[in-house]
Every structure is written in C-alpha cells, then in structure tokens.
C-alpha cells in the first residue's frame, strides 16, 4: 500500500470566509483527530490530495507532516462541490502503525463470463478489517468463464493476509444471470406499453414503413399547364 506525503498547514481562519480563503490559496481545509489527540485544525495541498486519492484510492495512507512532525491518518470523511467535483473539507482520521482498522473496500470484477451472462455488481464495496498500513485499493472478483447462476457471496472473496470480512458471509456481491433473448425483450417492451396504455401502429408493430400515395392528379394539371 502507497504512503502519500502531505505537508499540511496550521489552520487560524474558520467559517465560510476563511475556508474559501483556503481554496483560493490552492489548499483544503481539514481536521485531524483520533487517539484521544484534540481536533487539529489543517489544511492540505490541494492538488496533492487529489493525487492521492486517484492514485491510492478513498482508504490511501496519508503521512500528514505538520510543523515538522509526522502523522499518519486515513480518510474519514471528504465534502465535494457537486458541480465543480473540487474537495471542499476533508477530516482524516489518525491510525497508528500496527492498528487495525474498519474500512469499506470498493468492489472491482475482473474477466470474461460465459457468452450472454449478464454480471450484475450487487454491493459496490465490502467491510473488512486489516492492519491500516496494508489496506487494499479493491477487492477483486475473477468472473472468468462463469455461467449464468455462479454468483459471488461475501464469503466468496478472497481477502489479502491479515485481513477479516466484516460484511455478512451470505450477502450477495456479484450476481451472474442470464441474459434475456430478443424474444423476450420485445414481449417485456410490449407489456410495459400495454400497461402504460400506449398503442402500437401496424407499420411500428412489424417495421414496415407504407409510403404515401402520390396525387396523380395534380401532376396531370401541371403537364397540361406546361403544354397548353
């Protein structure tokens, strides 16, 4: 697992006015607790924080060095604008090395399946349990050959060395299903459409397109025209 360096930056400016300040000056306004340690107020080097995340995951290990002191923490909790997708605030929590720690894993499959399955991720991410210097980016689950039916359980997966499922055993993460034949995909369609009291055309129902007649008679009037 990647350790991410971060020099932080103590915190004197609180509300709206100085977070925005914050953003401005490229930084993200930040806590960091845990351990029974006061709340410290931080920020951290905007950019570097989004290349940790991308490359490290939501569970990457920080190294947070704060006036010369270092500190490691995890993620706990990261507040996005929903337009701009830019951090806002983070709080991290601190661990120590050697702790173990609960964290929800994202879920990734990996493979090919058996032609016309469908793979349908039923939980995004897993609960475990693991040493917090060696949490996973992802859980991965190899569908490769499966059929139809051969769905993954929690209990399924195969988790790295020192870590323990806290996710229910018999929850269902991947489901592998059949996938519908064109048949009934036209008889499903066709049933939503008779319940929403949509009636179908003849030339919808069998994809024939009958053309408009031409009116003869007008193109007699003009060629008489032209003659006369």
């Known amino acids: 697992m990647a350790d991410f360096r971060l020099e932080a930056e103590t915190r004197t ?3 709206k006015g100085g977070a925005r300040r914050t953003r401005r000056a490229g930084r993200v306004p930040a806590v960091l607790y ?3 340690q006061d709340v410290v107020h931080l920020s951290l080097p905007a950019r570097e924080f989004a290349a940790a995340l991308r490359n490290g995951g939501s569970n990457a290990l920080l190294t947070i060095v704060l006036d010369g002191k270092e500190q490691l923490a995890l993620t706990k909790a990261v507040q996005r604008d929903p337009l701009k997708r830019t951090h806002e605030h983070v709080d991290l929590v601190i ?3 050697g702790e173990k720690v609960t964290v929800e894993v994202p879920v990734v499959v990996i493979g090919d399946t058996t032609p016309d399955v469908l793979v349908s991720i039923e939980l995004n991410t897993v609960s475990l349990t693991a040493a917090a210097t060696n949490i996973p980016e992802s ?3 190899d569908v490769t050959g499966r059929g139809a039916g051969q769905g993954f ?3 399924d997966l195969t988790l790295p060395s020192g870590a323990t499922l806290v996710t229910d055993e018999s929850a269902l993460v991947v489901n592998l299903m059949a996938a519908p034949s064109a048949e009934a995909l036209e008889a499903e369609l066709e049933e939503a459409e008779a319940e929403a009291g949509i009636e179908r055309e003849e030339s919808d129902a069998d994809g024939d397109v009958v053309p408009e007649p031409q009116d003869q008679g007008s193109g007699e009037s003009i060629e008489s025209t032209e003659n006369s």
């Open 13 to 15: 400016e609180f509300g």
């Open 34 to 36: 845990g351990h029974g």
């Open 95 to 97: 661990v120590r090395r």
């Open 139 to 141: 859980i991965e689950v």
């Open 153 to 155: 359980t929690a209990a």
